[in-house]
């Protein structure tokens, strides 16, 4: 689903420049479940910016089931974006001023589906993340654990193909996380191609593979059993 | 989609209630100010509209050189312009005459009705111009001599009904007119404003058959409008006019060393731009109505500034936002659509507010400014247009830049939770503050300017006394010859009233333009191709006793003299028939339309009228029985008392006039109205300007404080005191505000100094009038900003460190 070959991306602020991707190159193929791990600054939130296409490499290839995306521009990014690829991030990042539901119809809006069957989607959704007693709090009215879960839920309304978490435990307790780790696994079961960025070793144990990486290259792969 | 665009705008505005509020009331102020001085403008751009064919209707416009140098600028030039040029030039279709009929006393039963400024119009005067006629035919109505048509008003003042074609009317003494036409009454957006029109061909009677208008190159006081043939380029006939005139009248003022030019004046460029001798009325002031319109621009400009500071301003907490719906697959152009959606929503909550202020002010907008729009005027076409306008650009000018702001946040860069700190959008918001504080500055100083020089002129010697001066106009029906010997009665009859102390007449008063303008002029030694124009005021012996005027050289008049031929010139006057020293004119003749005078006297320059005016050359020639104004000086003690002797008297020597008095220092004073009026106008939005400023300030100091709380927190932890919290705060401030004055000075002193223009006599704009407005500024900004920084300064640390 993913082939990434040299991938280089750098970082210039003033005189200094940073290397943050150095040559990368990996596979993800569909249906896998991959950690990426690193000591910080490593590069690995930038990878998955990449990957999300919410950014772009300086140098690289970068296939997306097998159509060259390197060069893609904004629009054809946030094309692509909307119909195939859901985040998780570190921070939630829900929108203050809407509700659990809005928040989570977000993308349906975008990909223009109807309204009596965006309500369907979402409810169904925010179902089976265990969140549809919320469903009219706004996200400062929630826990960390429960605003996670509205955000996985918001990555997974669309049925994207590929799913990005960025640390999507770091903000959480370990039951909280745990939780949302058995939220991604389920997805990952059923079809869902996860890519996960974490810290912790207890977290990439639910992954399939995890990708090591060191300044911006990768250092080791390791199939976990 | 817009649902829930329109969703989330309505929880912005509604969650950050404050910061709503200052665009919205900003914004309607801001938009209602402009709509209202746009209304004035589009009122005064709107005058002589109605007629059909406005766009072929010039006036003819007369400029007199003598010895090369321009001397007067007429409105009303010679008769004779009007057939001669409709023989020679086939472009031209019509035209039409008008001259001023003097006033006229008309009678109904007992009651007398003054007609202040009636006209003789020649007969192709409804033809020309589309005043509808309620009763008559416009082609007949003015042709026969001793016709008359009224307007609706006056027909029926006169005679209580508008059916009265055939009527007989007397006019002043016993002279017959028939009413031939009634027209609706002249519209308020006319230059023309008259209450009756006698047929043109009536004074053709009246001056006799050796007089020919149709001859006459050197009479002045003929308004001539021409039809032109559709498609004729006014620019070009304008050229063939010289021709003619040479031809006709070109050795007559070879004769006087004289030129004379003339023009096309578009009909539509009468009311603002025309302000030559003998207009048809005042009009009104091109420069006053482009400077409100730059004002009204000005006011809702710092309103959409403000709009988007605070909307850049609070970008950052609006950017995770962005980054979210970017994630999600929103495309940049749906979101810059999102928040021009945002700033129209916003505008449109503006313009309805705006809307109810405007309903709640017109009536003191027109009582301030002598306008008279009423609420349904407002739903004009053009107010709506205005409106339309107003708020589509105002949705998009204010809306537009931090659309492209907002929308261009880099979704990897706002989620990681690191905030943009953009120094650029700083920058700019202080680019934008930079521009509020200018105008408001210029505004202020501008404001400060024009009073100023409202207060000079009022203040200034005007080289005269018209204290205590209560003036009478001239009996106009006059039945019998002894009527000189009636008004020295009269005037003797005063004299020896307790409680007026002197008494004298003469054809002008101060406050008003002298009317009589006469060329030719000259002393009795030199050629007559050196001879000028003069105004002359017909005066009594008394005059420039009543006037305390102050001589200079020579003496004034005298009955000990028994002079009946004596001038007294201004040093002006002196100036300009060739004398730098005035004593040098005493006891030299001039020759005055064939009359051989003596000047007796030069006295100092004084301000026949407002020191918009410049001293002009002007000869008091005595007439010792002269018929016009009666000025007396009255005692302060019982000045209603005196009114009442001088009515009863009046009546006696007078019966059949109207019994008509101001007091010459109103009338005088009356000339600055309009001045005054601007100069409020000017401050009420100048006011308004920096409210709506300050408003923008206000929220953007709370930003910048909320931005700075942890800073404050921090500093406070270190040890810093208060204050010098609060003067770092201030500096930052202080310093937009200087960079402001910096760049409104000089343009504030260019404009100050076009203005003045206008004026012959100007104050100097000081440094106070420059540093006061920046003073007021730096003290209505601090204390604005004062409110939210000493909130937070005096906050306690721990609370700002803990929210963190
Ligand atoms: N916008 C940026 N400008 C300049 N340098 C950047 C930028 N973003 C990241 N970097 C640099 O690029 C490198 C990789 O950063 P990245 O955020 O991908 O690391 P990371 O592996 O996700 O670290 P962490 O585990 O702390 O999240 C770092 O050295 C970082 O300083
Ligand atoms: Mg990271």
């Known amino acids: 689903m993913i082939k990434i070959t040299n991938l280089e991306k750098y970082y210039r602020t003033e005189e200094v420049e940073t290397v943050a991707l150095n040559k990368l190159s990996f596979e993800v193929k569909e249906g896998e479940f991959v950690a990426v791990m690193g000591p910080s600054g490593c590069g690995k939130s930038t990878l998955l910016n990449i990957l999300g296409l919410l950014d772009d490499p300086d140098a690289g290839s970068f296939l997306f089931n097998g159509i060259e995306v390197a060069k893609f521009n904004e629009r054809k990014r946030a094309d692509l974006r909307k119909h195939n690829i859901g985040f998780v991030f570190q921070s939630f990042n829900l929108i203050d001023e809407l509700t659990v539901f809005e928040n989570v119809e977000l993308p349906l809006i975008y990909t223009g589906v109807k309204a009596s069957e965006r309500k369907k989607i979402v409810e169904e959704v925010l179902d089976k993340m265990v969140i549809m007693h919320r469903r009219n709090h706004y996200p400062q009215q929630l826990s960390g654990g429960q605003q996670q879960r509205v955000a996985v839920a918001r990555a997974v309304v669309n049925n994207p193909k590929l799913i990005l978490a960025d640390e999507p435990t770091g903000n959480l307790d370990s039951s909280n996380g745990n939780e949302v780790m058995q939220l991604l696994t389920d997805l990952n079961e059923q079809g869902t191609t996860i890519i996960m960025v974490t810290h912790s070793e207890h977290d990439a144990r639910y992954s399939h593979r995890v990708i090591r990486m060191l300044d911006g290259q990768t250092v080791m792969e390791n199939i976990m059993i | ?804």
């Open chain 2, 1 to 804: 989609m817009f649902k829930n665009y329109l969703k989330i705008a309505w929880r912005n505005i509604f969650h950050h209630k404050a910061y709503a509020a200052i665009n919205i009331v900003g914004l309607a102020l801001g938009i209602a100010a402009c709509l209202l001085i746009l209304q004035y403008v589009n009122y005064e751009l709107g005058f002589d509209r109605q007629h059909a064919r406005k766009e072929n209707i010039y006036r003819v416009i007369q400029d007199r050189y003598d010895n090369g140098k321009l001397s007067t600028q007429w409105a009303a030039g010679a008769y004779a312009v009007g057939s001669a040029f409709k023989e020679a030039f086939p472009e031209i279709d019509d035209y039409v005459r008008l001259n001023q009929a003097g006033s006229q006393v008309l009678r109904r039963g007992n009651d007398l009705i003054k007609l202040e400024n009636p006209y003789f119009a020649s007969s192709s005067f409804f033809k020309i111009f589309s005043f509808p006629l309620v009763k008559g035919d416009p082609a007949t109505a003015l042709k026969e001599p001793f016709t008359v048509a009224l307007s609706e008003t006056l027909a029926k003042k006169l005679f209580g009904s508008v059916d009265v074609l055939g009527k007989e009317l007397k006019v002043t003494g016993d002279r017959i007119y028939k009413v031939t036409a009634v027209y609706k009454d002249m519209p308020s957006q006319s230059h023309m404003h008259f209450e009756a029109l006698f047929s043109f061909a009536s004074f053709v009677q009246l001056i006799g058959p050796d007089n020919n208008p149709d001859n006459a190159w050197n009479w002045d006081g003929c308004l001539t409008y021409l039809l032109l043939k559709p498609g004729t380029d006014p620019k070009k006939l304008e050229k063939k006019f010289m021709a003619v005139v040479t031809q006709k009248n070109g050795e007559s003022l070879k004769q006087y060393n004289a030129d004379v030019k003339y023009y096309l004046q578009p009909l539509t460029d009468i009311h603002l731009y025309s302000n030559r001798m003998l207009e048809a009325g005042a009009n009104g002031d091109g420069k006053t109505t482009y400077l409100l319109m730059g004002i009204a621009f000005f006011v809702v400009l710092i309103a959409w500034i403000n709009y988007i500071n605070l909307a850049t301003a609070r970008a950052i907490s609006r950017a995770k936002e962005v980054g979210i719906r970017k994630a999600v697959g929103s495309q940049r152009s749906q979101l810059i659509g999102q928040f021009l959606f945002e700033s129209a929503l916003l505008n449109a909550m503006a313009v309805a507010l705006a809307f109810v202020i405007i309903l709640a002010v017109v009536p003191l907008f027109n009582r301030l400014t002598g306008q008279s729009i009423s609420i349904g005027q407002l739903g004009g076409g053009m107010f709506w247009l205005n409106f339309l306008l107003l708020y589509i650009a105002g949705s998009f000018i204010s809306g537009i830049y931090p659309a492209l702001v907002l929308s261009s946040f880099k979704p990897i860069v706002v989620l990681k939770g690191k905030l943009v700190h953009t120094t650029q959008g700083s920058y700019l918001r202080k680019g934008l503050v930079v521009l509020q504080f200018a105008a408001s500055l210029f505004l202020l100083i501008g404001t400060l300017a024009v009073s100023k020089q409202i207060r000079y002129m009022k203040k200034q010697e005007l080289g005269m006394n018209i204290d205590q001066t209560l003036v009478i106009k001239k009996p106009i029906v006059v039945t019998d010859s002894t009527f000189l010997n009636q008004l020295t009665s009269f005037k003797n009859s005063l004299e020896g009233q307790s409680g007026i102390q002197k008494a004298s007449s003469s054809t002008s008063v101060p406050g008003e333009p002298v009317g009589w303008n006469a060329g030719g002029i000259r002393l009795l030694s030199q050629p007559e191709n050196v001879a000028k124009q003069y105004r002359v005021i017909g005066v009594d012996y008394d005059y420039v006793d009543m006037f305390d005027l102050k001589v200079k050289a020579g003496r004034n008049f005298s009955r000990d003299f028994g002079e009946k031929k004596g001038v007294i010139f201004n040093e002006s006057a002196a100036n300009q028939i060739g004398f730098t020293k005035p004593e040098d004119a005493i006891g030299k003749d001039i020759f005055f339309w064939g009359d051989t005078l003596r000047i007796v006297g030069v006295v100092h320059n004084f301000h026949q009228q407002s020191l918009r005016d410049a001293f002009e050359p002007l000869i008091l020639r005595l007439f010792p029985d002269v018929r016009g104004y009666i000025s007396l000086k009255v005692h302060a003690a019982d000045v209603k008392g005196s009114i009442t002797k001088v009515e009863k008297e009046w009546n006696r020597f007078f019966p059949g006039n109207t019994f008509e008095y101001f007091f010459l220092d109103e009338h005088f004073n009356s000339q600055y109205k309009s001045d005054q009026q601007f100069g409020l106008v000017f401050g009420i939005f100048t006011t308004m300007a920096i409210f709506v400023a300050c408003m923008g300030l206000f929220g953007l100091a709370s930003f910048t404080t909320l931005q700075k709380t942890k800073e404050i927190g921090i500093r406070k932890v270190l040890g810093a005191s208060v204050n010098s919290i609060l003067k770092a705060l201030y500096q930052e401030f202080a310093w937009l505000i200087l960079v402001a004055f910096v760049i409104a000075t000089p343009i504030a002193w260019f404009a100050i100094n076009k203005w003045l223009e206008g004026y012959a006599f100007r104050m100097r704009p000081d440094t106070i009038t420059f540093v006061l407005p920046l003073l007021v500024i730096l003290l209505v900004a601090l204390i604005t900003v004062s409110y939210q920084t000493i909130k937070a300064a005096l906050a306690n640390p721990v609370h700002s460190l803990r929210t963190e």
